[in-house]
């Protein structure tokens, strides 16, 4: 037993130097090669372990665990999946293994049909492919549906699970490769905005188009021989029944239609939903069912979300304008880990801040498309001011922008 922790010792040390060495600058190749030559043999699994320590107790920052992700990739094609085999579940139509890889066969045709075409068709001096293009990045973007269901129905839970570090690594190359796509599509609507774009600026553009597909295929190599393997030796039943009821909540990636994945009964799950409709709330002001008090704050024009004294999400309203995608997955999820990495730091800050009493409320206000979108989080404490967790309340408020003058007649 001392001889297996020294090694897995070692090979934390071993991740650690090749992580560092990314970090200043060494030739990827090389140590891509020192990698494969450390840790053939090794599971996703044990890698993932490793990184998950380097980051909680190793002094190693998320974001540079990000820059070993291309690494793993080049390792693990093929192998794991070989390995994982029997526990294979992409070819049960429907199963969210199955959506997430024909997404992505969805993703590498919008690439080759149409958008390398048109990319073609554009250097040799076909203005009109410009257009074109426009519309395959716009398509392109429903890939942040493809990452949202990652990030919001399989990162919750493979965190109940233990797996922390992965999430956090895949969800910021996520936003890489979100930030690229939004780079993309500024870039090519100033360049059909300004006549005959300048061929230094086309240049430009072709060659961070390059680097997005690369990125994306890279993303989508990881998915399938690392995240699919990992998490098929510890998700059950209930798990995949979770992630395929709350996908639709999200959204999908270039796929119009599907099958319905037929998961095995589940009584536990039916017997909660039954139990939805039993017994009665009081409250010092009146009462309700559960029933009647679910769409009474499904009915409010705000999303709710109250995250509880642990800073875990203990519940969301689920109205009918939704701004922000909730699932039940992050039900017992750390807040912060609802967040991307780039952001987490400024969670943590609002949490604290809250509860340690330093403010009872923070504001947030963004542009999101067409909306206009109010993000307030509010302390929320007992009769003696003891803090019992945080509430956030979202609103579109575009249209209440617009409102002037008085109302006081219905309308016909």
Request: aromatic residues 8%; proline residues 3%.
């Amino acid at each position: 037993m001392s001889a297996e922790i020294n090694n897995s010792a070692y090979r934390q040390q071993l991740l650690k130097e090749l992580i560092g060495r990314l970090h200043a600058g060494d030739d990827f190749e090389a140590v891509k090669a020192d990698f494969a030559k450390e840790f053939d043999g090794v599971g996703a699994d044990e890698i993932a372990n490793m990184e998950k320590e380097l980051i909680e107790h190793g002094g190693v920052k998320v974001e540079e665990v990000q820059k070993l992700c291309d690494v793993h990739a080049s390792l693990f094609k093929g192998s794991v999946a070989e390995i994982h085999a029997e526990k294979d579940k992409t070819k049960e139509g429907g199963h969210p293994t199955w959506v997430l890889k024909e997404e992505n066969r969805a993703i590498e045709r919008l690439f080759a049909d149409r958008i390398d075409v048109h990319a073609t068709s554009a250097k040799d001096g076909n203005l009109a492919a410009f257009g074109s293009l426009a519309e395959d990045l716009k398509d392109l973007w429903q890939i942040d549906a493809h990452y949202g269901k990652k990030e919001n129905l399989w990162f919750p839970i493979m965190e109940r699970y233990g797996i922390t570090a992965p999430p956090k690594v895949m969800w910021g190359v996520d936003d890489e490769i979100r930030d690229m796509i939004k780079a993309l599509r500024r870039d090519l609507d100033a360049l059909l905005a300004g006549g005959r774009p300048p061929k230094d600026a086309i240049g430009k553009f072709f060659k961070d188009l390059e680097t997005t597909k690369e990125k994306v295929i890279e993303m989508i190599s990881k998915e399938e021989n690392i995240l699919i393997p990992m998490v098929s030796e510890v998700f059950f039943v209930t798990d995949w029944r979770q992630i395929s009821e709350g996908s639709a909540e999200i959204g999908f990636c270039l796929l119009d239609d599907h099958p319905t994945w037929k998961a095995p009964t589940e009584t536990k799950a039916d017997a909660s939903k039954a139990n939805m409709s039993q017994g009665t709330i009081k409250l010092p002001t009146g009462h309700f069912t559960p029933e009647v008090l679910t769409h009474v704050l499904n009915t409010l024009p705000i999303d709710i979300t109250f995250v509880d004294a642990n800073d875990e999400v203990a519940y969301f309203s689920q109205a009918n304008e939704r701004i922000f995608a909730r699932t039940t997955a992050i039900i017992g999820r750390k807040v912060i880990n609802c967040h991307p990495p780039a952001s987490m730091h400024v969670v943590e800050k609002i949490v604290a801040d809250l509860k340690s009493g330093a403010r009872d409320v923070a504001d947030f206000y963004i542009h999101m498309g067409d909306k206009y979108v109010y993000i307030r989080y509010f302390a929320v404490r007992d009769d003696k001011g003891a803090y019992l967790g945080t509430l956030e309340v979202t609103q579109n408020i575009a249209e209440i922008q617009k409102l002037s003058g008085d109302k006081r007649l219905l309308d016909d």
